[in-house]
Nanobody, 121 residues
């Protein structure tokens, strides 16, 4: 079983920056893909950015050029640098990991508990 814990959310003014981090813990596992999703009140959870274990990235159109996802495979962490934040970026941000046991091929998904990002003047 993999547990994910996010950190780094908070309140920022429009145009400001925040950095979210997520660490995966457990034993005997290997992370395949990691990513960030967000959910605003009254809306569905949506993809923000993903990164594969070889570093390939994918971004939602709404955050391209402003957000950057990165990961440290040795530390089982993923980060999201968010720049030029807009009010519409306000949401609960969730870390996601696609993982498997070292000895297996079946893949599982894990979610963090979420961290609030608020963008307001």
């Amino acid at each position: 079983q993999v547990q994910l814990v996010e950190s780094g959310g908070g309140l920022v003014q429009p145009g400001g920056s925040l950095r979210l981090s997520c660490v995966a813990s457990g034993s005997g596992f290997s992370i395949v893909d990691m990513g960030w999703y967000r959910q605003a009140p009254g809306k569905q959870r949506e993809l923000v950015a993903t990164i594969t274990n070889d570093g390939s990235t994918n971004y939602a159109d709404s955050v391209k050029g402003r957000f950057a996802i990165s990961r440290d495979n040795a530390a089982n962490t993923v980060s999201l640098q968010m720049n030029k934040l807009k009010p519409e970026d306000a949401a609960v941000y969730y870390c996601y990991a696609d993982w498997r046991y070292y000895t297996g091929t079946v893949r599982y998904g894990a979610w963090g508990q979420g961290t609030q990002v608020s963008v307001s003047s």
